[in-house]
């Protein structure tokens, strides 16, 4: 019965957060120089920085740098998200940063290319899988990453794509994996 974001893993005392605590502000302060900053509330017009973010995380993606870092703020972020190179995509934390899913879409985070990180952040209230790997050219990590809500199962693996995973929480949904 632990709030959204937190757990009770095995050998823990009661409810812990689900990767990296809430930070005071909208986001982290350990973000590496150079990171590429998205708050969902924002107007059309920022340009990345913290003092002017980008309002989606579509805006934000061809700006960051191949290994660089997408900094999403507190919120709902309700797009499909499909980086094309590596990129970490970073929320504020598990409990504070969702991604969601009204539109229809192969899964709310779609990732065919390169070595991409989720980290810190919650995936649902979607109609479609959480995450789908979709190429045997991708390596992904999730780490600190709650799915719940999505349709069908939480993580799509297939193609021969490399998943790794730490400090997860999977709510009614799970882990598909497929060869074509």
Known sequence: DCAEGYAHFPGGAGCEPVGRACPAGDWPDDL???AVYVRASEPVGGDGTRAR???????????APDRGTVAL????????????RSVTIRGACA???MLT??????????????EVTLADLS??????PGVRVASAASNVRLDGVVVSGAADVGVVVGDGAV??????????????ATTT
Do not use: C, H, N, Y
């Not at 973010?53 to 993606?61: E, R, W």
């Open 73 to 84: 703020s507190r919120g709902r972020f309700d797009e499909a998200v499909a980086p094309t």
């Open 32 to 34: 590496p120089a150079g």
């Open 123 to 128: 995936i649902g209230e979607a109609d479609v």
């Open 163 to 176: 998943l790794s995973a730490a400090a997860q929480l999977f709510r009614r949904k799970g882990f598909a």
């Open 95 to 97: 409990a504070a940063t």
């Open 101 to 114: 899913l009204t539109s229809a879409a192969q899964a709310v985070v779609v990732i065919t290319t390169g």
């Open 53 to 63: 973010p980008f309002g989606t995380i579509a805006a934000a993606l061809p700006a």
